[in-house]
């Protein structure tokens, strides 16, 4: 009898325990075993103490996974950024792999965040500003060929395109003009706003309006 008090004791003071821990911070099942074993308790124990958390839906993986995915919507994270933070919290298996791959919420989500990441590249030409939008996408969570085809839908005016073009062909100017005598430079130059993905068309534009400048 004296025993059984004792172990109604410790499942007590472990429910006390694991309340506290959830009062600050949302916890998976997995998690919350590992915190109770911590706290010395035993698998009966422990098991007990599940099964009253539960209950009285202290323990809720399925508000974990609401709040991760509201989070997720607010920052434009796409579906592998929902998995992944997930995964880190440890939600059971089962419950994340029901959670289906939704196109229609990855084009809206992908679309707000090209919003942003535009004016974060706005001084990349096309080529550069779609490999940028392309990687940031994927560190954003979001599938490969969904980031392959937003990106391939973003570009510059043919007036920011020769905006940003001027900056660069500035910059490579007080770069290379000291280090090359007479018009080498100009080629050099040439050579690279090329590699940068730059039309001739548009180069020799901005290198007429850059020397009537002059």
Known sequence: MKKKKEMMSKIDQLFL????????????VKKMREFLRKKGGKKNEIDEVIIKLKKYSFLDEDEIIENVISYCDTKHYGYNKIISM?????V??????????NLSREEIE???LI????????????????????SALIRYGFEPNTASIRAEEVYNSP????????LDYLKLISSYSRKLKDNNYKDK???L?????????DIRKVENIIYEMD
């Open 86 to 90: 997930l995964n880190q919290r440890e």
């Open 17 to 28: 325990d694991a309340q506290k821990k959830l009062s600050s911070s949302n916890c998976s």
């Open 115 to 134: 919003k942003k990441l535009k004016k974060r590249y706005k001084n990349k030409n096309t080529v550069n500003l779609r490999r940028n939008i392309y």
């Open 189 to 191: 130059i040439t050579e």
């Open 110 to 112: 992908s679309k707000e």
């Open 92 to 101: 059971d298996k089962e419950k994340i792999n029901r959670i289906k791959l």
């Open 193 to 201: 706003l090329l590699n940068k993905g730059y039309k001739l068309n």
């Open 159 to 166: 007036q920011e395109e020769i905006n940003v073009l001027k």
